[in-house]
């Protein structure tokens, strides 16, 4: 069973603009994680937030979690054609479990 | 070390016939996941192993599936008597037991039955 969801499923954005991804999901946890798949391979771990976090920053990336919302939000700043992949939100129990991800795709 | 790898890269088999899949993690990583992904849908949990205990298998492990990290290093994934169902990538991860840490991934194995 997936416990995060992703919103939207699909994003298409200018590069240079900002793009927003949210996540929802049912049960308490103790970190949510975030990662990236290029079309067709693994998957790349970009940053990690615990429940007792806020918000969290890695480069131009920029995560927030709501524990009382059950949610949380990636924010990629100045987008790049390279930014082009699907994203995934995961929240841990002992494993992470997936959303469905959200498709990013920058236009040039 | 250069990552989690996973072999082969693709795999096409005939229905009905049996097909393994080996993962070697990071080496100093002791929890080893198996995940399946599908076209456009999230990575699917199978199974995990703390070193070389199998700790949890997914509901969506069926019999024919077999997981097995013999000496707490490399991992093997087999699937017997495949059905056109069982087409997807095969995702390995590996991680730390403690954390929290992300997981770094495979490039994953694509099987395709036909």
């Known amino acids: 069973s997936q416990q995060g969801e992703e919103d939207p499923q699909a994003l298409s954005i200018q590069e240079g603009e900002n793009a927003t991804m949210n996540c929802s999901y049912k049960t308490s946890i103790n970190n949510l994680q975030w990662y990236r798949q290029n079309s067709g391979r693994g998957l790349v771990h970009l940053i990690l937030?615990?429940?007792?976090?806020r918000e969290k920053h890695s480069g131009r990336l920029r995560v927030t979690l709501d524990t009382s919302k059950k949610s949380s939000s990636l924010l990629i700043t100045a987008s790049r054609a390279a930014d082009t992949a699907s994203y995934f939100c995961?929240?841990?129990?002992?494993?992470?479990?997936f959303g469905k991800g959200t498709r990013l795709h920058i236009l040039p | 070390d250069t990552g989690v790898s996973q072999d082969p890269r693709h795999k096409i088999t005939k229905r009905g016939q049996n097909v393994t899949f080996r993962c070697d993690p990071i080496s100093e990583h002791n929890r080893l996941y198996w995940y399946r992904q599908t076209l456009g849908q999230g990575p699917e949990f199978l199974t995990y192993?703390?070193?070389?205990?199998?700790?949890?298998k997914s509901r969506l492990l069926s019999d024919r599936f077999s997981a097995e990290r013999p000496k707490g290093s490399f991992s093997t994934l087999e699937i017997q008597r495949t059905e056109q169902g069982d087409s997807a990538m095969y995702l390995c991860?590996?991680?730390?037991?403690?954390?929290?840490?992300?997981?770094?991934f495979g490039s994953g194995t694509r099987l395709t039955v036909v």
């Open positions: 937030i615990r429940s007792n976090e």
């Open positions: 991860a590996s991680s730390l037991e403690t954390g929290p840490y992300g997981y770094t």
């Open positions: 192993f703390q070193n070389e205990a199998q700790l949890e």
């Open positions: 995961a929240t841990d129990d002992d494993k992470i479990i």
